[in-house]
């Protein structure tokens, strides 16, 4: 065959087909994970030494019944209300010591200082997974909200924002350290002290 | 007149199919980007609840995971419909949790072993007793970092149904 002007074309028809078969190899091995969650502590197997007496009132009690039912400090709530309600109390600042819960109620009977508030969780063993999801979701949204409100006061930043900064892999090292910083100080102002007590059996109260 | 063929009537010109593999290629790197590798195939339903307040999993080699639900149509004449626990493939039972952690921390690069996390993939209507059980041999075998793995989105559709 006679060499024409420049290089014969390729067929391009052939690229297409290959192109298909790695596309289809990918659709078929991998999928589009989930990657985030509410990131919780368990408490460790054995209990720690109590020597340090725990007032009732630092204690904040919420039960999940098998049948989703919501009782908070002894009280039943609406779930849309137990944000308000964890708020409130960890806010609440019944002996005068903390200097940012501008709006504590001072209520004697709820908890003294948010560091030493504790929000203990106890559900049934039939409660439902979703339910249980949503009890935390909102627990830890108060600890955030009140968090947020911190740190959008003192780092005109909301808090969320910098821990989700200071995760991510591309921050430089020196960013991480500032962020770390700030961020220690904002988790000492409002400890998560979320405890999880073991459930009580199916017979439920 | 020489420089000018003339067009026969009714011959239109085919369609130049160079650019057809661009276009594919374009939605192949889309997924090699944003999809993971599967490593084992459910056999559990696994409608995962949504949460609001949720924090971004750490790379996948700090993380273990451990799927709960009711087991697949396919499987659910031969393991009846309760919630299941499955590791890695295998349907299991609580009390080999502890072991599955203590195998797969084990096989992690010493550095990694103290910032293990397990996330915990749940089906929505999964009851608390078998997680509680998860929960205590995840405490004894000292593996506390857990993470609740959900979409996001508002939890109050989860209790809608």
């Known amino acids: 065959m006679a060499r024409r002007g420049g290089a014969p074309e390729v067929n391009a028809g052939s690229m297409a087909d290959i192109a298909f078969l790695l596309l289809i190899f990918f659709l078929v091995t991998t ?23 725990i007032k009732q009132k630092n204690i904040f009690q919420v039960n ?8 908070a400090d002894g009280n039943l709530t609406q779930l849309t209300n137990l944000r308000e309600k ?10 005068g010591s903390c200097n940012y819960c501008s709006k504590g109620k001072k209520d004697p009977t709820s908890s003294d200082n948010p560091t030493k508030a504790i929000i203990s969780l106890k ?65 000492e102002m409002f400890p998560q002290k979320l405890s999880e007590a073991e459930t009580a059996s199916s017979s439920s109260n | 007149m020489s420089k000018f063929s003339k067009k ?7 369609v130049n199919t160079a650019s057809l593999p661009d276009i594919v290629f374009m939605l192949l790197f889309f997924f090699m980007t944003v ?6 195939t459910l056999k559990v339903k696994n409608e995962l609840p949504q949460a609001s307040e949720i924090k971004k999993l750490e790379k996948k080699d700090r993380v273990i995971t451990i799927y709960v639900g009711a087991p697949d149509d396919q499987y659910s004449g031969t393991y009846g419909t309760e919630p299941k626990i499955q590791l890695n493939d295998k349907f299991s039972s609580a009390s080999d949790v502890g072991d599955f952690i203590l195998m797969e921390r084990a096989k992690k690069h010493q550095d990694l072993q103290n910032v293990l996390t397990t996330s915990l993939k749940v089906d929505r209507n999964a009851n608390m007793g078998l997680i509680s059980d998860i929960k205590q041999q995840l405490r004894e075998v000292n593996a506390l970092k857990v993470n609740y793995t959900t979409y996001e989105g508002d939890a109050f559709n989860n209790i809608k149904n």
């Open chain 1, 123 to 187: 559900n049934d063993r039939e409660t439902k997974y979703g339910t249980y999801i949503t009890v935390q979701n909102e627990l830890v949204g108060a600890y955030n909200d009140l968090r947020n409100r911190e740190a959008e006061r003192l780092f005109k930043r909301s808090f969320t924002d910098m821990e989700a900064e200071y995760i991510k892999q591309e921050t430089a090292p020196s960013v991480k350290e500032e962020l770390k910083e700030k961020i220690t100080r904002i988790q």
């Open chain 1, 31 to 53: 999928t589009i994970e989930t990657d985030a969650g509410l990131d919780r502590m368990l408490p460790p197997i054995e209990p720690p030494e109590n020597d340090v007496v």
């Open chain 2, 35 to 40: 999809t993971v590798m599967k490593d084992n």
């Open chain 1, 64 to 71: 999940i019944s098998k049948t989703g039912q919501l009782l």
């Open chain 2, 8 to 14: 026969k009537s009714g011959d239109l010109p085919a």
């Open chain 1, 86 to 95: 964890a708020m409130e109390f960890l806010e609440n600042n019944g002996d």
